[in-house]
């Protein structure tokens, strides 16, 4: 019983560790981010083939949120990770810093302090 805890807890950190760069590679479109998502998903992939014993007695037999919360996590991750590598434009600021120039440029306002 101790050895499937561990797997389930390990899983759960690799499977967070996943979606966190994957939600990062998806934001910040880094490359950087990108490939170390891919390198947690590969991880929780293999500990989910190699173990999937564990995980499918858990969600089956005794409803444990541990393996549910892990396949959540990696399944999530990747999604992030499609949508990192299909969506092509990086965040881009132009619009914002644009009409933060064109406020700070512009020609003051009269302004009636009794009104």
């Given at each position: 019983m101790g050895g499937g805890l561990f797997v389930y807890l390990f899983g759960i950190i690799?499977?967070?560790a996943g979606l966190l760069f994957g939600i990062l590679a998806y934001n910040r479109k880094d490359p950087v981010f990108f490939w170390l998502a891919v390198s947690f998903d590969v991880l929780v992939t293999i500990g989910l083939v190699l173990n999937v014993q564990y995980y499918f007695y858990a969600l089956t037999h005794?409803?444990?949120a541990f393996g549910l919360i892990a396949i959540g996590a990696?399944?999530?991750s990747i999604v992030f990770l499609v949508l990192s590598k299909?969506?092509?434009k990086p965040n881009d600021d132009n619009v914002t810093d644009a009409?933060?120039?064109e406020i700070i440029?512009?020609?003051d306002e009269k302004w009636d302090a009794e009104s």
């Amino acid at each position: 019983m101790g050895g499937g805890l561990f797997v389930y807890l390990f899983g759960i950190i690799l499977a967070t560790a996943g979606l966190l760069f994957g939600i990062l590679a998806y934001n910040r479109k880094d490359p950087v981010f990108f490939w170390l998502a891919v390198s947690f998903d590969v991880l929780v992939t293999i500990g989910l083939v190699l173990n999937v014993q564990y995980y499918f007695y858990a969600l089956t037999h005794s409803a444990d949120a541990f393996g549910l919360i892990a396949i959540g996590a990696w399944i999530i991750s990747i999604v992030f990770l499609v949508l990192s590598k299909v969506n092509k434009k990086p965040n881009d600021d132009n619009v914002t810093d644009a009409f933060l120039d064109e406020i700070i440029n512009a020609d003051d306002e009269k302004w009636d302090a009794e009104s």
